[in-house]
């Protein structure tokens, strides 16, 4: 009988890895440094990271911010509308 994945008499290979042929790795490039040098390494990357990010200029940051402020003001609209609506037939209903 088989499955969408293989047969369930013979499972899929992957499944099936003996434990000698994994490899175990001891340390590395952190197990060689203190945690003081773990913690200069994770800044050390935070700072090259934000290098690689493509900031927005001011007429785009400002479109931005005026998109998402209109949407926000829209949408209190909008639920409390929805929520004045529940209101009145709540009081309908429950007198």
Known sequence: MTDAVGSIDMPDA??????SKKKTRKGGKRGKKGPLGRLALFYRQIIAELR???????SQLTTYTTVVIVFVVVMIGLVTVIDYGFQEAVKYVFG
Request: proline share 15%; net charge negative.
């Open 14 to 19: 992957d499944d099936e890895a003996p434990e």
């Open 52 to 58: 690689k990010v493509v900031w927005p200029t001011r």
